[in-house]
């Protein structure tokens, strides 16, 4: 019985075999000049508003030092520097969650440069699988595969197709 199964097995894996193929994601990603340009304009756009962030952050310290120092100042003039570093403290909180939080502008942006690339990729992936006759294309980056054949990888054939730009 089980040799009835093993060869069941074999049999179906060698049917398939030349409709399965796998892609490294990942290599693509590292080997793209588009990807280096948008790391790089999101990281001149990260520095901003970090830079910018930075000036709030400070902005908050100078108030709350300025209100720990201070100690004679009449109650009127306590209660506006208590409630300006309020608003300062909120409208900071309001920037980092706005920039920096799940939803924000950082992963807007990162999703905004990096759609368009990812679109191609899936793209030549899938020219290549139709040309190639692949039923299946598995992306080795994302940890779904554990062994695949050498012989089954069209990393470099989507490579190809995605610098071409989809021309043969």
Request: with cysteine; hydrophobic share 45%.
């Amino acid at each position: 019985m089980r040799i009835v199964a093993f060869c069941a097995v074999f049999l179906c894996t060698a049917v398939f075999a030349r409709e399965i193929a796998v892609v490294d994601s990942e290599k693509i990603f590292s080997t793209l000049g588009s990807v280096t340009d948008a790391r790089e304009l999101l990281e001149e756009e990260l520095e901003k508003w970090q830079a910018h962030a930075d000036s709030l952050q400070e902005e908050v310290d100078r108030i709350r030092s300025d209100l720990e120092r201070t100690l004679v100042m009449s109650p009127e003039r306590r209660m506006e520097r208590e409630a300006l570093l309020e608003e300062k403290e909120l409208g900071l909180e309001e920037y980092l969650t706005g920039v920096f939080g799940p939803g924000g502008l950082l992963e807007r942006r990162n999703e905004e440069l990096v759609a368009p690339i990812v679109a191609a990729i899936n793209e030549a992936v899938r020219e290549v699988a139709v040309e190639e006759g692949l039923a299946v294309v598995f992306d080795t980056a994302a940890g779904q595969v554990v062994f695949a054949d050498p012989t089954l990888d069209i990393t470099d054939l989507v490579m190809d197709r995605v610098v071409s730009g989809g021309r043969r």
